[in-house]
């Protein structure tokens, strides 16, 4: 009876090592699936927090200038095209006689400021960045100056 036991205790020693290491080798691959699944889910939250707070912006219906005082040909373009997209009508688009703005400008032009911040918040300014210059000859409801900023938003 002690050979048996002698036998499978010297087994046991040879086969320890690589028991251990196995066993190493499944805890470490189990670590990996699970940061692997917690970054996934913070993904798919943070996901879904962009896009609820896209879809937070109530659409308005708006008539709209914009003019490029950045400096930077066409930058004027792109963001027409963008609030295009969010369904604003842009019926102007030009320069700006400053072409060194460094910060991005949302006017109120007709004494509603909703369309001017809500300009804003699809574009991604600061509430400071809307400026009420009231015009009664002015037919738009808001004119968008953009400046140097924009470009490195994504629009």
Do not use: W
């Not at 002698?6 to 690589?18: E, G, P, T």
């Not at 842009?90 to 072409?99: E, F, I, L, P, R």
């Not at 949302?106 to 509603?112: A, E």
């Not at 509430?127 to 900023?149: E, P």
């Amino acid at each position: 009876m002690n050979e048996i036991f002698d036998y499978f205790q010297k087994q046991y020693v040879s086969n320890k090592k690589i028991v251990l290491n196995i066993a190493f080798v499944f805890l470490a691959l189990a670590v990996i699936l699970l940061t692997a699944g917690i970054v996934s889910t913070v993904l798919k939250r943070q996901t879904m927090k962009t896009v609820a707070a896209e879809q937070s912006i109530p659409k308005l219906p708006a008539t709209v200038e914009v003019l490029n005082g950045s400096g930077k040909s066409g930058l004027n373009e792109s963001v027409v095209d963008f609030l295009r997209q969010k369904g604003l009508d842009v019926v102007h688009s030009g320069n700006y006689h400053v072409s060194t703005l460094p910060s991005t400008i949302v006017l109120v032009r007709n004494g509603n400021s909703a369309p001017a911040y809500y300009i804003a918040r699809l574009l991604s300014l600061d509430s400071a960045q809307v400026v009420q210059i009231l015009n009664k000859d002015c037919l738009v409801d808001a004119t968008v100056i953009v400046g140097r900023d924009i470009s490195t938003k994504k629009l």
